[in-house]
C-alpha cells in the first residue's frame, strides 16, 4: 500500500475531506444564500459544476413550490438563530430531476465567532424515502387486512405470553375489547387445564423450533364460555423490541361438534354392520357344516372366510380414534392370528411396516391377504403344515406385499388410496 505525507496545513486536510466525500454535497454560501465553494460531491449529486454555481443563488436547487413559500430564506435564518437547521425535502438538478434529499445547514464562524457564511451538506436519501413509503404502505395494507378479518382472531404477543396486538376480529370472536385486552396475559384465553398444563408454552416452544404450531382446542371467552378454537401459532422477528408470536384462530365449534357427532354416527353404523357381517358369517358357517357335498361346503366356508375378513375390518374401524384409515401393521396381525386360528397346523408370520392405508383399500388388502394365505395352507402344504410369511413395506410412495410360501412368493404392490396390482412372480 502506498503511503504519502500527511499535510502538514489544516486548510489543506479540510479541503481533502471535502472533496472526498462524494456521496455528499458540500458547500457553503454567504448569508444571503450566494454560493462560495461547491464540492465534488455536490457536483455529482445536483450536476452543476462550481463554475456554474459558484455566484448563484443556492436557491436554484430548490423546488419552483419551495423557493415560493420562501424555503430557502427560513432554513437560512433557522441556521443562524438556532445553530443549525435540518432539512428533509425535494430538491432539485441541474436537468430538472427531482430526488429526496436529507440536509443540515449550520453556520461558519470566524476566529473571532461572528458568523460569516453557512455551510449545507446534502445526501440522497430517495431510496431509503420509497422504502419507507413501501414499508408504511404495506404495514397500513396489512392493518386494514388484520381489520377486516372479522371471521379470525389475529393477535400477537411477547415472549412472556403478553399480548401486543389485538384485531376486530379477536373482539368479535373472545369478547375482549383491544383496550381490555393488550398488555395482558394470553394465557387467560385457555381453559384453566390447558394453562395449568402449560398449553401456551408448548405452543411458542414448538412455533419457535419448526416455524409453526397448529392447535385445536377449546378457548375460553371473556365472558366465562368455551368454544373450540382451531388455529396456528408462528415465531414473529422483534416488534418494538418485543420478539413475540402471531396467532391466528377461528371459532370452529359447530363443525367441531358436527365431526364428532359424525363420528359417532359413524362408528355406529360400523359396529352394527360387523355385527350383521359376523351374523352372515355365522349362518354361512352352520350352513357349511350341514352341507352335504364337500364342494358346497368349501365354497361355504371361503364365503364364511372373506365375510369374516370384512368384519374384522369394520371391528377394528370402530375400536380406533380415526374410523376413516387404518394401522396395517396391526390389522394384517390381527387377521393372519384369526387365519392361524382357523389352521393351527400352520406358522404364519407377520413382517409389516407401520403404515396408514384408506379404510375402504384396507376391505381389499384383507380380502387378498386372506385368499392367498388359505390358498397356500390348501396348495402349498396339500398333506402336512408348513411356514406362510406375510411382509409389507413401503417403497417411496407405494407399499409392496409379499406373501411367501415353501414353493412361491406372490407380491402386489398398491398405494395407500389407490390399488395397484401387478401380475405374479
Request: hydrophobic content about 40%; some cysteine; aromatic content about 8%.
Amino acid at each position: 500500500m502506498d503511503q504519502y505525507a500527511f499535510p502538514g496545513e489544516n486548510a489543506d486536510v479540510y479541503r481533502h475531506i471535502v472533496e472526498s466525500a462524494l456521496d455528499y454535497a458540500i458547500f457553503t454560501m454567504d448569508i444571503d444564500g450566494t454560493v462560495a465553494t461547491w464540492s465534488t460531491g455536490a457536483k455529482n449529486l445536483f450536476g452543476y459544476s462550481p463554475y456554474e454555481m459558484i455566484g448563484q443563488n443556492s436557491e436554484l436547487i430548490f423546488s419552483f413550490e419551495d423557493q415560493l413559500a420562501g424555503v430557502p430564506l427560513k432554513e437560512r435564518r433557522v441556521a443562524l438563530a438556532e445553530g443549525r437547521a435540518d432539512d428533509n425535502r425535494w430538491h432539485v438538478r441541474k436537468d430538472g430531476s427531482m430526488f429526496w434529499a436529507s440536509g443540515l445547514m449550520m453556520p461558519l464562524r470566524n476566529d473571532a465567532g461572528g458568523v460569516y457564511g453557512l455551510m449545507k451538506v446534502v445526501r440522497d436519501r430517495t431510496r431509503t424515502l420509497q422504502q419507507d413509503e413501501t414499508l408504511r404502505s404495506s404495514q397500513e395494507r396489512l392493518q386494514l387486512i388484520l381489520q377486516s378479518a372479522t371471521d379470525y382472531a389475529i393477535f400477537t404477543f411477547d415472549r412472556d405470553g403478553l399480548i401486543i396486538r389485538w384485531n376486530t376480529g379477536a373482539c368479535r370472536i373472545f369478547g375482549y375489547e383491544e383496550r381490555d385486552i393488550l398488555d395482558r396475559d394470553a394465557r387467560i384465553l385457555f381453559l384453566p387445564e390447558d394453562r395449568e398444563n402449560g398449553a401456551l408454552e408448548r405452543e411458542m416452544k414448538t412455533a419457535f423450533e419448526c416455524g409453526r404450531a397448529e392447535n385445536e382446542r377449546f378457548h375460553m371467552r371473556k365472558d366465562g364460555t368455551a368454544f373450540w378454537g382451531s388455529g396456528l401459532t408462528m415465531p414473529l422477528r422483534a416488534h418494538h423490541n418485543r420478539a413475540g408470536y402471531l396467532k391466528v384462530l377461528r371459532d370452529d365449534t359447530e363443525r367441531h361438534f358436527a365431526d364428532e357427532h359424525q363420528q359417532i354416527m359413524m362408528r355406529e353404523i360400523s359396529h352394527r354392520v360387523k355385527n350383521s357381517l359376523m351374523l352372515v358369517a355365522g349362518m354361512l358357517a352352520m350352513q357349511a357344516r350341514l352341507a352335504q357335498h364337500p364342494e358346497v361346503g368349501r365354497a361355504l366356508s371361503d364365503a364364511e372366510a372373506r365375510v369374516g375378513t370384512i368384519a374384522q375390518v369394520h371391528d377394528q374401524l370402530w375400536r380406533q380414534p380415526h374410523i376413516e384409515t387404518v394401522d396395517l401393521a396391526d390389522f394384517l396381525s390381527n387377521l393372519c392370528q384369526r387365519l392361524q386360528q382357523s389352521a393351527s397346523q400352520h406358522a404364519v408370520s407377520v413382517e409389516v411396516e407401520p403404515c396408514v392405508v384408506d379404510a375402504d383399500r384396507a376391505i381389499q388388502i384383507a380380502l387378498l391377504v386372506n385368499e392367498l394365505v388359505t390358498n397356500a395352507f390348501k396348495h402349498a402344504y396339500p398333506d402336512g403344515s408348513g411356514p406362510v410369511t406375510v411382509r409389507a413395506h413401503s417403497t417411496n410412495d407405494e407399499i409392496l406385499l409379499e406373501i411367501a410360501d415353501a414353493e412361491k412368493v406372490c407380491r402386489r404392490n398398491f398405494r395407500p388410496s389407490k390399488m395397484t396390482v401387478k401380475a405374479w412372480e
